[in-house]
Nanobody, 121 residues
Framework: QVQLVESGGGLVQAGGSLRLSCAAS????????MGWYRQAPGAQRELVAT???????NYADSVKGRFTVSRDNAKNTVYLQMNSLKLEDTAVYYC???????????????WGQGTQVTVPS
C-alpha cells in the first residue's frame, strides 16, 4: 500500500500565504516526480507545480513567481509554498507522485485525497 497524505490547506485572505505538505508512505521503491495539481469547482484538474528527483521544476504560468515547489527526498515529502494568494487560487489541491512500489519495475501515478484552499472574495 502507498499513501499520500496532504496537510496545510485552509482559508486565507487575498495576498496571504499558505504552505502545503504531502508525505508519501508505504512500500515505496523510488519516486520520480512529485507535485501538486488543483481543481476548482466546475473546472478540470490542472497542474500547479512539479519537481523531479533531480530538482527540475515545472510551474503553471498562473502561479509562476508566487508559488514554490520543493522536496525532501529523504522524507518522501513535497511542499508547496503559496504566496500572494488570489481569489482564483481557490481550489482543492491534490498531491501527486509518480513512483515505483517496492518489488515493482514500473512507475504509477498516485494521488492524495486533496486539501481545500479558499481565498475569499
Amino acid at each position: 500500500q502507498v499513501q499520500l497524505v496532504e496537510s496545510g490547506g485552509g482559508l486565507v485572505q487575498a495576498g496571504g500565504s499558505l504552505r502545503l505538505s504531502c508525505a508519501a508512505s508505504g512500500s515505496i521503491g523510488s519516486i520520480n516526480v512529485m507535485g501538486w495539481y488543483r481543481q476548482a469547482p466546475g473546472a478540470q484538474r490542472e497542474l500547479v507545480a512539479t519537481m523531479d528527483t533531480g530538482g527540475s521544476t515545472n510551474y503553471a504560468d498562473s502561479v509562476k513567481g508566487r508559488f514554490t515547489v520543493s522536496r525532501d527526498n529523504a522524507k518522501n515529502t513535497v511542499y508547496l509554498q503559496m504566496n500572494s494568494l488570489k481569489l482564483e487560487d481557490t481550489a482543492v489541491y491534490y498531491c501527486n507522485a509518480v513512483l515505483r512500489r517496492s518489488g515493482s519495475h514500473s512507475y504509477t501515478n498516485y494521488w492524495g485525497q486533496g486539501t481545500q484552499v479558499t481565498v475569499p472574495s
